[in-house]
């Protein structure tokens, strides 16, 4: 039992002190194995960025897909638009796979190769990909979530609320079941985090850069979560504002603020020794299921 609370102290001050780019090697080199099957390195594209794993649930009681297939989440990290590859990423695609979800974890092209807006068409060609594929897979695309932590929440939110993304890439959002946004930014202009000026022309800052700009009550349903205490993303001016419009336009939304953990750790929450930190990945798993009886 010491073992663990000292392993659990360990991961919560790693997680806390590391950014959200940063390899999360500790966590993943604890995470099960053995609650999913693998498909790794799929390419939705020819740049070596455009590449995708999938995680496909292993057959259990608890996994089982429904007669007409397992939902879909296609997750989209954070990095400031600058870092972050999905290596980093395989505890997210165990916790939800370890919940009967067929999960995706996209990589997509950062700057300076890119600025905004083509990490959006990335991820809107990945999300693309997965509706092509996931029959294969065992997945239902009628039960298909798009889902991302800081930035990558942003790109989940664009692709979800700006009907131009996914409609380039040849589905539109009204395909979509439902959108899940953990601690993203949603109105940041002007921007003061220098990292990601660049990505987005400061101080020119694009046209129609902002989701909470693209609120309307054709946007499919959504859950919400952040952490109270954020530093780094404002829960107030992001995540609840924007829950606010979206009720206000009559979006399905739920809306969780977590006290306890921060903007990292609240990812690093879908990790099996930091889940006492906050129930984020039931929440997320009931939403996911929900979506059978909201649509």
Not at 31 to 47: K, L
Not at 244 to 256: D, M, S, Y
Request: charged content about 15%; some cysteine.
């Amino acid at each position: 039992m010491l073992r663990i609370s000292l392993l659990v102290t360990v991961l919560i001050a790693l997680a806390a002190s590391v950014t959200a780019c940063s390899p999360l090697v500790l966590v993943n080199g604890i995470t099960p194995t053995d609650t999913y099957i693998a498909a790794a390195n799929r390419q939705y594209g020819d740049d070596p960025r455009q590449t995708l794993d999938v995680y496909q649930p292993r057959s259990s009681s608890r996994t089982q897909a429904t007669s007409d297939g397992y939902p879909v989440v296609v997750f989209f990290y954070g990095g400031t638009w600058t870092s972050g590859t999905r290596g980093d990423y395989k505890f997210i695609g165990e916790a939800l796979a370890s919940n009967g979800i067929l999960t995706i974890v996209a990589d997509y092209r950062l700057y300076p190769q890119v600025r905004y807006p083509d990490f959006l068409t990335d991820c809107a060609r990945a999300v693309a990909w997965a509706q092509r594929a996931a029959p294969g897979y065992g997945g239902n695309v009628k039960r298909l979530y798009v889902m991302g932590h800081s930035s990558g929440a942003y790109n989940a939110a664009m692709l979800a609320l700006d009907a131009r993304w996914l409609t380039a890439a040849g589905i539109a959002p009204s395909e979509l079941a439902g959108w899940i946004g953990l601690a993203g930014p949603y109105d940041f202009l002007p921007m003061t985090n220098v990292d990601a000026q660049p990505v987005f022309n400061h101080p020119d800052y694009p046209a129609g850069s902002q989701p909470i700009d693209h609120v309307s009550k054709a946007a499919p349903r959504a859950f919400l979560g952040a952490a109270a205490t954020d530093t780094v993303v404002n829960p107030e001016r992001n995540t609840q504002q924007l829950a606010e419009k979206l009720r206000a336009a009559g979006v399905p939304i739920t809306l969780r603020i977590y006290p306890r953990p921060n903007h990292f750790t609240l990812i690093g929450a879908f990790a099996w020794p930091l889940r006492s930190l906050a129930p984020v990945v039931e929440d997320v798993v009931a939403f996911v299921r929900g979506g059978d009886t909201a649509r």
